[in-house]
């Protein structure tokens, strides 16, 4: 009994373990009817067992617990504690699978909310308890969380001054609903951060409890990113507003337009010209802009050129005013053309300059070109001739084209090419010379000209402008008085001495002062009539009747009728009239003193004519025929009459004087020639001695 | 007019070139009055220049304006021929004679006989 009671003893102990053990599994398991169960299996098996140990085998339910029930029971036991313990095994390693999940999932959560850029954060919205912060905290405060954690309200002292308010009166609305605010906080460095908090309010499963959960994360270089672009923005739009303000005051109109050619932009000072505002055409087609007409075509074209990427540019006149255009390729920020832009100044005011500048430039243009004077612009450096006028060229007889080939010194006549180049050297010195030179013409002739120098600086070169006045006219005017003067001398001189010759013959052949006198004045007074003659023609001629009328006239011939005049109207040299006027007068004296006119009766026939042209321009055969006289005397005296009728026509004239005493009176035949030219030089030489005899003297 | 038989131009022949008949005549007389023995007068330089090929002359007296002509190319044979020439002219001023010409002793018309006698004598003796 003892060795069976020890070992009942030793085995229920054991059991009693062991069923602890299983209970405590299970309770963990969470088998819960099979816990109670077993439990009160438990508790009879252990009071049976005390009863049984305390000897009490008298108890009242001692027949039905029986050993053998009692061995019933513990094997039962038994078995359950095996399957027990079989599946508090399969939970056990169940659970620690899931324990080890679940740890791993936990430890991953809170590693991501340790490591999150945002702070991630956890509280009791009744308790204002912070439950969890994670540990951005630090990084994005500069502080450590744990003040926060036990102070939550000590977050409104991080926070800007100027967003305290706002948050205070956010804070107070965590819980109540989803929120998202921004706000500053001031870091212990003085650090000033922008924050972008989010609450949500939720409900916690468990316990019920009112709890908020929130991201709170730096926004501080998105607020810097905002700020900056704001500010460029500004910036932006500040220079936006300058733009426009200068484009608007720019003194042009500046447009653009699409590819249709609509305007889609106006701008500049120029539209207030047009009466138009800013923007006013925008929409509006070019083509009607424009309008029809030449003009707006032109412009026309110039857009679509640069809409095809050509810049083109045209003067357009709009409504009175002209406006110089440049029309180029409008294009986007990739290069693609989207349309047009022109600018267009008003260039009324410099084309209206440019007009006057023009018609200026014409006016002096005409001046210059229908001078009267030669006008000429020389470069000192070639001689050639800048610019000249067709006066100028008229003046020397070349045409346009030859004279810009001339240097002056290929037409100076009056200085050689080095006293030429010196004298341009002077004036460029002096600045301005008036002078007389002479000049060739291009045929060689000489003309005279009064020459006006001025040195003119004209677009950086020294130029020299003359103006040339042809005075060949009037020098040889000039130089035509000279002779005259000189002739006039001459001539006196010469009369002068024809007048000491006369006096001399007829002194010689005189025998008295009376005679002499009668002689000498009517030879004077023949050379006065021949003179008044020839004054009539200006020494160009003689007519030969009046000539010969003007002789006869100073005889005083009783009955006119008794000379016949006879002949066509002739004019004769200059130089045939002394010659000619001596020898009537001499003829005539004769006639008066001695011949056909000294008797009543007597009759004089003076016939002329002229004989055809030859080599020499022609003759007047002059017949002076005496009839009806006194009887002819040969023998009488040869006189000075006599040489003066025949020798001088001779003499001078090459001409011939021949008398012949007929029975009726003395005849006379004188022949001139017409042309008045230098002599042949045939040699008709006067008698070196004294005259001949005259075949027959009164 | 009775001519001297003695005399420094006795027996000089000289030209007479004038183209007036009766200056020339007058120029005549007084020279043939000097004793000289008278060639021409001429009024030509073609004339002239004959009887200056024919040697016929020891001097002359030459107008210088001959109507259309002057007499220069007579003087410039006289030069050559260094025989002496008096230039006779109604001119005051040596303007028509070319500058070779103007050194040469000029006559002014109108002449009287003095005047021409001692020009002769001066320019035409001492030769």
Not at chain 1, 666 to 691: H, N
Not at chain 2, 84 to 94: A, D, E, K, Q, R
């Amino acid at each position: 009994m003892d060795l069976v009671l020890a070992i009942l003893i030793v085995s229920s102990a054991l059991q009693l373990l062991a069923a602890a053990m299983a209970l405590r599994l299970v309770r963990h398991t969470g088998f819960k009817a099979v816990w109670v169960i077993l439990s009160a299996a438990f508790v009879l098996m252990l009071a049976r067992r005390l009863l049984t140990l305390l000897g009490t085998t008298n108890e009242p339910w001692a027949d039905v617990w029986t050993t053998e029930a009692s061995e019933i029971m513990a094997l039962a036991t038994s078995v359950l504690l095996v399957v027990s313990m079989w599946r508090v095994g399969v939970v056990l390693r169940e659970r620690r699978l899931i324990e080890a999940a679940l740890r791993g999932t936990s430890d991953r959560y809170r590693q991501i909310t340790d490591n999150i850029e945002e702070v991630f954060w956890l509280s009791d919205v009744q308790t204002g308890e912070m439950l969890y912060v994670s540990p951005a905290y630090d990084r994005i405060w500069g502080r450590p969380r744990g003040d926060f954690l036990r102070d939550p309200q000590s977050l409104l002292e991080t926070v800007h001054p100027e967003d305290r308010a706002r948050v205070a009166a956010w804070l107070a609305e965590v819980g109540v609903r989803p929120l998202d605010e921004e706000f500053r906080i001031v870091r212990p460095d003085g650090e000033v951060r922008w924050v972008r908090d989010r609450a949500f309010p939720f409900q916690s499963a468990p316990d019920g409890r009112r709890l908020a959960v929130g991201i709170a994360g730096d926004v501080t270089e998105r607020h810097r990113i905002e700020e900056s672009l704001r500010a460029s923005e500004e910036r932006h739009r500040a220079l936006s507003d300058k733009l426009n303000l200068i484009m608007s005051q720019m003194p042009v109109v500046v447009w653009t337009t699409d590819l249709e050619l609509r305007f889609t932009s106006s701008r500049g000072a120029g539209l207030s010209m047009l009466h138009l505002d800013p923007d006013q055409v925008v929409g509006m087609p070019l083509a009607e802009f424009l309008g029809a007409g030449e003009a707006g075509q032109v412009a026309l074209d110039a857009h679509r050129r640069a809409a095809q990427g050509e810049e083109a540019t045209y003067i357009l006149d709009y409504y009175g005013r002209s406006y110089q255009s440049i029309v180029q390729p409008l294009r986007d920020d990739s290069g693609r053309i989207v349309g047009c832009i022109g600018v267009a100044s008003d260039i009324t005011a410099r084309m209206q300059t440019e007009e006057s500048l023009r018609q200026a430039e014409a006016r002096y243009r005409t001046l210059f070109e229908q001078s009267p004077d030669g006008v000429l612009v020389v470069d000192p450096r070639t001689l050639l001739a800048v610019d000249f006028n067709d006066s100028i060229c008229g003046m020397l007889g070349y045409s346009r084209e030859e004279f810009a080939r001339l240097r002056i010194t290929d037409y100076e006549a009056a200085e050689t090419a080095e006293e030429a180049r010196a004298h341009i050297e002077r004036v460029l010195v002096s600045g301005r010379e008036d002078f007389e030179t002479r000049l060739r013409r291009r045929t060689g002739q000489i003309i005279d000209v009064i020459v006006k120098v001025r040195a003119i600086d004209l677009g950086g070169r020294r130029l020299l402008h003359s103006i040339l006045r042809d005075i060949s006219h009037r020098k040889r005017s000039e130089r035509r008085q000279v002779v005259m003067m000189r002739e006039l001398d001459h001539r006196v001189k010469n009369n002068l001495a024809a007048v000491v010759s006369l006096a001399e013959q007829s002194a010689r052949s005189s025998k008295t002062v009376g005679e002499f006198s009668d002689k000498f004045l009517g030879r004077i007074r023949a050379m006065a009539q021949m003179h008044s003659v020839l004054a009539r023609t200006h020494w160009h001629g003689a007519d030969l009747r009046p000539l010969i009328e003007q002789i006869l006239e100073a005889f005083h011939v009783p009955g006119h009728a008794r000379v016949v005049l006879e002949g066509p109207d002739v004019v004769l040299p200059a130089g045939a009239a002394a010659p000619l006027a001596m020898a009537l007068h001499e003829l005539a004296t004769n006639a008066v003193k001695y011949g056909a006119l000294s008797v009543a009766g007597g009759q004089v026939h003076v016939a002329w004519q002229v004989e055809p042209a030859g080599d020499d321009g022609g003759r007047v055969r002059l017949t002076w025929a005496e009839s009806g006289g006194p009887p002819v005397k040969p023998g009488a005296s040869p006189g000075f009459g006599t040489e003066l009728i025949c020798g001088g026509i001779a003499f001078e004239m090459r001409g011939k004087a021949e008398m012949k005493l007929l029975s009726d009176g003395l005849t006379c035949e004188i022949t001139l020639r017409l042309d008045g030219a230098v002599p042949a030089p045939e040699t008709q030489d006067m008698p070196s001695g004294p005259p001949d005899e005259p075949s027959a003297a009164p | 007019m009775t001519e001297p038989t003695n005399g420094p131009l006795v027996g000089l022949r000289v030209l007479v070139v004038e183209d007036s008949f009766l200056i020339a005549t007058s120029l005549r007389d007084m020279v043939a009055g000097f004793g000289c023995q008278v060639v021409g007068p001429v009024s030509t330089v073609a004339a002239a220049q004959r009887l200056l090929g024919d040697d016929k002359c020891d001097a002359a007296l030459l107008d210088i304006d001959l109507g259309g002509e002057t007499s220069e190319p007579v003087a410039a044979t006289m030069v050559e021929q260094h025989r002496p020439f008096l230039f006779v002219t109604g001119y005051s001023s040596p303007g028509m004679l070319s500058a070779g010409f103007k050194q040469f002793r000029r006559l002014r018309k109108p002449l009287t006989e003095v005047t021409l006698k001692r020009a002769m004598v001066e320019e035409f003796v001492k030769h």
